[in-house]
């Protein structure tokens, strides 16, 4: 089955799982021009949000949108993806996987009460953000990745707390290099990265606290490097 839209902007979900959205199965379609594939946009913090099977789903250049809800092994190793969705599958251990997409078209890696998880050694290039971060996560890594000639590099959005960005490149860029958005969480930590010549702000820290930024090289980034507010 083909699943489309005809536009590219935000409102243009393929499947967005809400807060009554579980138990179906979504399998062996085909996801064409969407903004996201697959996203889930629950706002609720139950793992049922997650309680759904999502598997054999392509993207129009038959790519694999893989959905995760239990912890992953090396399944997703060396991959090369349209979308990764990572929904409560704590401790998980994601490398090596590369997202090349076209026209920002999909997050690179969706994370959705995820904890205690590592994602390294990964690309995610021209998505709508690279890293996708949100609801509860706590306790993941982020390292040795690059996002580049995106949205957004990577995106922390409502109560992720305690995560480590580390080692990452995170350049070119259309908005911010990482952004947290709207009571994005506290105690995160972004040290070792690169971060240059996004459009906006290198980081840009909105309603975040007890974030630390510690030996980052921030340089060439258009309004500013760092922005707290």
Not at 107 to 120: A, D
Request: a negative charge.
């Amino acid at each position: 089955r083909l699943i489309t839209t005809s536009t590219r902007g935000r409102s243009g979900q393929g499947v967005s799982f809400g807060n009554n959205s579980y138990y179906n199965n979504i399998s062996n379609n085909t996801f064409i021009n969407n903004t996201n594939d697959i996203l889930v946009s629950s706002t609720s913090l139950s793992t049922l949000s997650c309680a759904n099977v999502v598997y054999g789903n392509l993207d129009a250049n038959g790519r694999q949108i893989r959905y995760y809800n239990s912890t992953v092994g090396t399944d997703a190793d060396n991959t090369v993806l349209s979308a990764l969705v990572l929904c409560d599958a704590d401790n998980s251990t994601i490398n090596n996987v590369t997202i090349n997409n076209t026209g920002y078209l999909n997050n690179g890696v969706l994370l959705f009460l995820m904890n205690n998880s590592v994602i390294n050694n990964s690309v995610f290039t021209d998505t709508a953000s690279g890293l996708y971060l949100t609801f509860d996560s706590m306790n993941n890594t982020v390292s040795n990745s690059r996002m580049d000639n995106g949205i957004l590099g990577i995106y922390i959005l409502r109560g992720a707390l305690n995560n480590t960005i580390v080692n990452n490149t995170v350049v070119d860029n259309f908005d911010n290099g990482i952004d947290f958005n709207s009571l994005a969480g506290n105690h995160n930590n972004i040290s070792n990265n690169n971060i240059s010549r996004n459009v906006r702000q290198g980081i840009n820290i909105f309603s975040g606290s007890y974030t630390i930024i510690n030996n980052n090289t921030i340089q060439a980034n258009l309004v500013h490097s760092i922005l707290l507010s």
